[in-house]
């Protein structure tokens, strides 16, 4: 067997919620496969550094065997030192009654901060994944704070949406979760991101169908479908009292592991990466758009018919994102 090298993974805010889910599930090989050793980089902020202590020391006690090291810190220059994949989860959560504009001038100041370090002391090829909210807002400041990184190595977390869309509709027509496929989240990781499942299929004994000849109900799927998506986040604060945390963690490894290790032929995910100006949405924005993966490299799904329903709430939720960039920019002035 050749000795693999093990990847550097820094998880910011890792004493919180979703890092404590986070961080075994990349020990135990969720998010880069079975074969491949890690050395984990956590991060958080003075008042949180006993709590991560403690995450070490549950992280050495689990005796996860590919991992190979943990570097606990405060310090964000010795977290980000030659790391080759960056999850940021720090920061402040939503509570229940708040919109994720209400996070916003906190949240974006941490991105501008963590931008120069990253830049600085990561490895030049770091991929970088931008969980804390407002997630694509925060990975756009992120990106121009950090003009050294490539653009398509910036991204933000919609696969949490992608997958409880995937789960609606196993719900809804009662089929196993991994036959359906191809959904997509559209814009903004909030409740004006556009859940599309116009092109998305369910593999049945009689090949790939449809999803919207299977509900066959189409005012469900442009109404009580769409808004759960769009609300589940909220409906899971208003349940626990707290933010979601393991299908975050979960979707987390999932981007990751797709981005890395490539997406299956066929099938495509949703991840904010930084607009083109595909489908019309203006260049520069991070927007969820549907993406293929291969070979470490993600590209934009092209072609897509559009219909005038889809255009409507696509252009809704960009319109969102440019507010989001001029609110956030007058929080960092
Ligand atoms: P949490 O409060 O439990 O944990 C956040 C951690 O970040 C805390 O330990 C805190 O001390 C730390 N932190 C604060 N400032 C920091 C800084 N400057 N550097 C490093 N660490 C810092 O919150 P959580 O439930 O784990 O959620 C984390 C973030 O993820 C929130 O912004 C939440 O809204 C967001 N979130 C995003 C998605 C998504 O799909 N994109 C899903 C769920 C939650
Ligand atoms: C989620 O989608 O669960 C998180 O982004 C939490 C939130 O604020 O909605």
Request: aromatic content about 6%.
């Amino acid at each position: 067997m050749v000795a693999t090298d093990p990847v550097r993974v820094l998880v910011t805010g890792a004493a919180g919620q979703i890092g404590y889910a986070l961080v075994p599930m990349i020990a135990r090989g969720v998010m880069l496969g079975p074969n491949q050793p890690v050395i984990l980089h956590m991060l958080d902020i003075e008042p949180a550094a006993d709590a991560l202590k403690g995450v070490k020391m549950e992280l050495i006690d689990a005796a996860f065997p590919l991992l190979r090291g943990v570097v606990a810190t405060t310090d964000v220059t010795e977290a980000c030192k030659g790391v080759n994949i960056a999850v940021m989860v720090g920061g402040f959560p939503r509570k229940e009654g708040m919109e994720r504009k209400d996070v916003m001038s906190k949240n974006v100041s941490i991105y501008k901060a963590q931008a120069s370090a990253l830049e600085q002391h990561a490895a030049s090829d770091c991929k970088v994944l931008v969980v804390a909210n407002p997630a694509n807002t925060n990975a756009l400041i992120l990106k121009e704070f950090a003009p050294s990184i490539p653009e398509k190595n910036i991204t933000c977390l919609t696969r949490l949406d992608h997958n409880r869309a995937l789960g609606q509709i196993s719900e809804r027509v009662n089929v196993h979760v991994s036959d359906v496929k191809n959904v997509i989240i559209w814009g903004n990781h909030s409740s004006t991101q556009y859940p599309d499942v116009n092109h998305a299929t369910i593999n049945t004994s009689s090949g790939h169908k449809p999803v919207k000849e299977l509900v066959s109900d189409d005012n469900w799927v442009k109404t009580e479908f769409i808004s759960i998506v769009q609300q589940r986040g909220a409906a899971i604060i208003k349940a626990r009292k707290l933010s979601s945390a393991l299908s975050a963690a979960s979707a987390a490894c999932d981007h990751i592991r797709d981005w890395v290790l490539g997406t299956p032929k066929g099938s495509w995910v949703s991840m904010g990466v930084y607009s083109d100006g595909s489908y019309g949405i203006q260049p520069g924005l991070i927007y969820s758009f549907p993406v293929t993966c291969e070979k470490g490299d993600w590209n934009i799904v092209q072609g897509l018919k559009i219909d005038e329903f889809s255009r409507e709430k696509m252009d809704k939720t960009a319109e969102e994102l440019i507010e989001e960039k001029t609110l956030a920019k007058s929080c960092l002035n």
